[in-house]
């Protein structure tokens, strides 16, 4: 008996290693990823980081850094390095300028989320796919005669932003897990600050309102922790989970961290998937190992 709890154990484990150390697969998904973030970083830092705003001469090379090495993500220029450089610098202004100076809007989870998603992503070869890393190896390919790089590689970092969604909704979820919000009372604050003098004031702020819609965020949270990491569930939680973001966007200022939720989605889907996926939109049949 002992034996045969033994080899379950181990059958167990080998799954699990497949699973994740191991998981290997096309690198478009993970290229995708890649130039969202880069965009993304633009758009939620651009503002802050820009010269005329800044008040500290340690905003000048910050400034300088949180351009360049989003611009080098984005066109696959040393895409493993910029995309960890960007993750650095997100957390550089995340811990001092956010805990140490106190700068509104800095010391956020969603500024966490995106250094966290940047470093992640760091692990994977995301430059074999539509990068200026892959033009170059495709010319050095031509010129000496090799046969073409795939685009294939290990993709475990992929599995690591995905249990970083699940902890996400876990925790948050965990936040919300209290009478307060459940009979709707901690939403209706956040919305009378919001929704005071709005258009959508008398539907948002009926008490029943406020009950039922804290009610079905706290149990698709606690559900999307689990099943987005389940293949056979994927089909149904994903688009669930997409339109909960849709949702936060249009009536609450979430900022980037929707959009960039719902970039990080691609880390849940077979990369294969993708890959079919974008072929088919080309008009060819793409294959999975992408010679």
């Known amino acids: 008996m002992t034996f045969a709890r033994q080899a379950l154990a181990m059958d167990r484990l080998r799954i699990f290693v497949a699973w994740g150390a191991e998981h290997h697969g096309p690198t478009h998904s993970a290229a995708l990823i890649r130039v ?3 965009l993304i970083i633009w758009v939620r830092f ?50 001092m300028f956010g805990a140490n100076f106190r700068l509104p809007g800095w010391y956020h989870h969603h500024v966490y989320l995106l250094g966290a998603a940047c470093l992640l992503l760091a692990l994977t070869p995301c430059g074999r796919s539509w990068s200026f890393e892959r033009w170059r190896t495709l010319k050095e390919a031509d010129r000496d005669g090799k ?15 995905g249990l970083q969604l699940s902890a996400i909704y876990f925790w948050t979820a965990v936040d919300k897990t209290e ?16 929704y005071s003098g709005r258009a959508l004031e008398p539907v948002l702020l009926e008490p029943v309102v406020m009950a039922t819609l804290a009610t079905l965020v706290l149990v698709v949270e606690y559900a999307l922790a689990v099943l987005i990491q389940l293949r056979r569930w994927q089909p149904v939680v994903l688009p669930i989970g997409l339109s909960l973001h849709v ?26 998937a993708v890959t079919r996926f974008l072929g088919r939109m080309q008009g060819g049949v793409v294959e999975t190992h992408l010679r």
């Open 247 to 272: 949702a936060f966007y249009l009536f609450l200022p979430v900022d980037t961290y929707s959009i960039t939720m719902i970039l990080l989605y691609l880390a849940l889907i077979p990369p294969e």
């Open 46 to 95: 651009a503002d802050e980081v820009a010269f005329f705003n800044a008040v500290d001469p340690l905003f000048l090379p910050f400034g300088v850094w949180m351009f360049v090495w989003p611009l080098f993500a984005l066109i696959g220029l040393f895409p493993r390095v910029s995309i960890a450089m960007c993750g650095i610098g997100i957390f550089f202004g995340y811990f």
């Open 179 to 194: 009478w307060a919000w459940v009979n709707g009372e901690r939403l209706e604050q956040i919305f009378v600050w919001h």
């Open 147 to 161: 046969p073409t790089p795939d685009q294939t590689g290990p993709l475990w970092g992929l599995r690591l932003i």
């Open 36 to 38: 969202g973030l880069a």
